[in-house]
């Protein structure tokens, strides 16, 4: 149980377009679902935390009218990166909590390759 | 601010040799400690997960343990199909997972 998805696996994009990124948990409902980004060698980089029905939370740094976060449902987020520019280029992954499960344990999906060129 | 650091950065073992993995914290009000593996190109894989000093976690070849500044993750006989980075991460009051950069184990059959 507890598996995360996301959609697409990769995405090639050119400087200036929009990528819509889905995170989805298969087999439990989430109460809290997060985005982080990682860049080679590097650590999970915490991008913003969202809850079904409400605006995310960002942390400092991270451009809210860039990173695009709806959460539509309790099972369903989604990340949008507007007028990507080849910096934007990262592994994004999803993670999120179980409803009724251990609290702070986050499960996380598979990762989102994005190159902007 | 919350800071979680591993060593050694990378680890070459033969298989069969034991090892431990270090991941030292400093974490406001500890929550919970957290062990994952991530392969190349994966999102992270649940491992364990700690919650006090002197608790312990083990599955299959690995044991996590944990005391109020440290948790180790102890590797016994490992085979090939344990190379992977594995990442520590805690979270604090702030309720946010602090990640540390990962061990990159390799294990030469």
């Known amino acids: 149980g507890a598996v995360v998805s996301q959609h697409p696996s990769w995405v090639i994009c050119k400087s200036g377009t929009s990528v819509k990124i889905e995170c989805r948990s298969l087999d439990f409902q989430a109460t809290t679902m997060f985005w982080y980004r990682q860049f080679p060698k590097q650590s999970l980089m915490l991008m913003a935390t969202s809850n079904e029905g409400s605006k995310a939370t960002y942390e400092q740094g991270v451009e809210k009218d860039k990173f695009l976060i709806n959460h539509a449902s309790l099972t369903l987020s989604t990340l949008t990166v507007t007028s990507a520019h080849p910096e934007d280029s990262s592994f994004y992954i999803c993670?999120?909590?179980?409803?009724?499960?251990?609290?702070?344990?986050?499960?996380f999906g598979p990762g989102t390759r994005l190159t902007v060129t | 601010e919350d800071q979680v650091t591993q060593s050694p950065e990378a680890l070459r073992l033969q298989e069969g040799e034991s090892s431990s993995l270090n991941c030292s914290y400093t974490?406001?009000?500890?929550?919970?400690l957290f062990w994952y593996r991530q392969d190349p190109g994966k999102g992270p894989e649940f491992l364990f997960t700690l919650y006090s000093a002197g608790e312990e976690k083990e599955k299959e070849r690995l044991k996590a343990t944990l005391t109020k500044k440290e948790s180790f993750l102890h590797i016994t006989a490992p085979k090939p199909e344990d190379s992977a980075t594995y990442l520590c991460?805690?979270?604090?009051?702030?309720?946010?997972?602090?990640f540390g950069k990962g061990i990159t184990l390799s294990v030469r059959p």
């Open positions: 974490v406001s009000g500890l929550r919970g």
């Open positions: 991460a805690a979270t604090g009051a702030n309720s946010k997972l602090t």
């Open positions: 993670s999120a909590t179980r409803v009724f499960g251990l609290p702070y344990e986050q499960y």
